[in-house]
């Protein structure tokens, strides 16, 4: 299938105002014949692998279901921000006013998903979240519909399970930016509040591949556990040098967010992430028909790659906005689009999700996992199951 091929657009007629100051946002008096996705992703710089996840994930829902849902052509019109927050934002000014996007999608890093919460807002175009987990990316605007997690929803299980088995002291480890202080907070909070101790908390900076200091004083302390989170791009250096300097033997465990250990890198990582304790809400490992069905294709349509988290991610972003398509009989209309994806459920290959209707984010279970070797390859492997579990910083006091 090649898609955006021999499309049509239709001219928007209506007006609807300015966005920044410097464009005039049309809105469709009549339905269009092509209904765009604007999918906003880095695919150049650092953070490539994100992009190609989210592109790969996106493009096998359209391969699998259609590339036509309530009697409209759907188009993907993709765009590579680099991973920069500037060049999301103008990225997005542009698909909307050059390209008449009916959605945004995407954004692998949080800046960026910010960055265009206005831009939505003003346009009323749905901005469908993709990856970027920073908590509070839902309240920035009210047409922000977020299909991946936040922080908090992976970590506060993760705090749950070690506080039950036998971890009294812990030293946190993470990178110095959003998601990392999203990791430490929501731990510390959970973990200090079933009993625990967070004895200190690192923050490594985000470009400081070099985490040997850090590592020293974990040594020096002397927890029960480590938890970390560094991007998973950084992953496999955080968890060789952690065996290297021989925490492995001390004792320490080791447990982490579930992004230390993604599924396209946790080969990389070799032998020194066997035994790493993660909580996340999906593994490629997930024993379910929908799943092995979906990483077969998945690796049919990709050369063999393994589908992480973002992959899946973007195909349930795809199917919310199939799905609310159909609901709305092929309307553009952006307020009708998010109000049709709220309360959405369906089977997932992570398992059930539910597009909770108040924060509009996924409902989903989370997964307490162990890196295994399983035929060869390293997995994470699900052995405890927090079902149905929301977002808990949007849990009303």
Not at 309 to 332: F, L, P, R, W
Request: charged share 20%; with cysteine; hydrophobic share 40%.
């Amino acid at each position: 299938m090649k898609i955006g091929a021999n499309t049509v657009t239709i001219a928007r007629c209506c007006a609807a105002g300015l966005i920044a100051a410097t464009f005039t946002i049309g809105t469709p008096c009549f339905a269009q014949d092509v209904v765009k996705i604007g999918l906003i992703v880095p695919l150049t710089g650092p953070f490539t692998a994100t992009g190609k996840q989210l592109i790969a994930g996106a493009r096998l829902y359209m391969q699998l279901k259609g590339d036509t849902v309530a009697g409209k052509k759907i188009e993907l019109v993709i765009k590579d921000d680099t991973g920069s927050a500037e060049m999301t934002k103008r990225l997005a000014q542009e698909l909307v006013v050059n390209d008449k996007v009916s959605f945004l999608a995407g954004f692998g890093l949080t800046p960026g998903a910010l960055a265009t919460a206005p831009i939505a807002t003003e346009a009323k175009i749905p901005e469908v979240v993709m990856m970027a987990a920073t908590s509070v990316i839902t309240e920035r605007s009210s047409y922000i519909v977020r299909t991946s997690f936040s922080v908090p929803q992976t970590t506060v299980p993760l705090a749950t399970w070690a506080a039950a088995n036998g971890i009294k002291k812990v030293v946190t480890v993470v990178s110095d930016y959003a998601p990392g202080i999203d990791v430490e907070t929501a731990f510390k909070q959970r973990f200090e509040a079933l009993g625990g101790q967070v004895v200190t908390s690192l923050r490594a900076p985000l470009a400081n591949p070099d985490f040997a200091p850090f590592l020293q004083r974990v040594s020096e302390i002397k927890p029960d556990a480590l938890l970390a989170f560094v991007p998973a791009g950084v992953g496999p250096t955080f968890m060789r040098q952690f065996v290297e300097r021989g925490l492995d033997k001390s004792g320490i465990k080791f447990i982490a967010e579930g992004s230390m250990t993604e599924d396209d890198i946790i080969n990389q990582i070799g032998d020194a992430g066997l035994g790493v304790i993660t909580s996340h809400h999906y593994s490629a490992a997930h024993d379910s028909p929908e799943n092995k069905a979906f990483v077969a294709e998945f690796k049919k349509a990709n050369g063999g790659m393994r589908p992480n988290m973002m992959a899946t991610q973007s195909y349930d972003g795809m199917h919310m906005i199939y799905e609310a398509m159909k609901k709305t009989n092929g309307s553009t209309n952006g307020e009708a689009l998010v109000n049709a994806m709220k309360g959405l459920s369906w089977m997932s290959p992570r398992g059930p999700v539910t597009v909770d209707p108040e924060t509009r984010e996924i409902i989903q279970n989370i997964y307490i996992r162990k890196v295994e070797r399983v035929g060869g390859e390293l997995y994470n492997v699900e052995f405890t199951t927090i079902p149905n579990f929301k977002d808990p910083s949007k849990l009303k006091k």
